[in-house]
């Protein structure tokens, strides 16, 4: 695996397990990630060169299709909530 970045989803083949990467330390060492679909999992730390090892295995693979995503048609926003969206990024910008 090349490089992580935070929010990617990791897919373990064993079990089907999808995990998002939360935070990658500065070294690049570690990374925390968590498994998406449970609701009592916490965050664990996952070591860089065991995640690389398990890529070149074909253990674990980068998932490019988030199911957590979802795309809204910028007409079902109400128009107040259009207006907050639009301010947040134009504050984001400076």
Known sequence: ???CLVNQLLRWGE?????RVLWIDLA???LFAI??????????????SHLALAESEGRV??????????CL??????????ELRDEAWA????
């Open 61 to 70: 693979t980068v998932e490019p299709n988030d199911p957590t995503v979802r």
């Open 28 to 30: 690049g060492n570690a």
């Open 35 to 48: 498994d998406i679909a449970s609701k009592t999992a916490l965050p664990r730390i996952l070591d860089y």
């Open 15 to 19: 079990d089907n397990r999808l995990e």
């Open 73 to 82: 048609p910028e007409d079902s926003l109400p128009l107040k909530q259009r």
């Open 91 to 94: 504050s984001s910008a400076h």
């Open 1 to 3: 695996m090349p490089f």
